[in-house]
Nanobody, 123 residues
């Protein structure tokens, strides 16, 4: 079993930055893939970014490329999402997800999910 806890959300002005954290606990040794999704009210869940624990390879949605960066700290079992140049359309609940397979996917086929952290970007 794996538990995921997100933190770091908040209210920020357009153009500002936030760093989200996702701390994993439990049997994290068999969770090679972690990812970030977001969902705004009335919108479908959207893939944001994914990262591989073994080699730190990453994947990003086109909407966040060049602005968001995923990273991981193996010792802390924590992944981060550095969000720069935030836009009002980035406003959403951000959710951390973990996957036992070896590849990053964008369709939501993940085994564990956190409860989310809210990011609100004002204009």
């Amino acid at each position: 079993q794996v538990q995921l806890v997100e933190s770091g959300g908040g209210l920020v002005q357009a153009g500002g930055s936030l760093r989200l954290s996702c701390a994993a606990s439990g049997r994290t040794f068999n969770i090679p893939i972690m990812a970030w999704f977001r969902q705004a009210p009335g919108k479908e869940r959207e893939f944001v970014s994914g990262i591989s624990w073994p080699d730190a390879s990453t994947r990003y949605a086109d909407s966040v490329k060049g602005r968001f960066t995923s990273s991981r700290d193996n010792a802390k079992n924590t992944v981060y999402l550095q969000m720069n140049s935030l836009k009002p359309e980035d406003t959403a609940g951000y959710y951390c997800a973990a996957r036992r397979a070896l590849t990053i996917t964008t369709g939501g086929e993940y085994d564990y999910w956190g409860q989310g952290t809210q990011v609100t970007v004002s204009s």
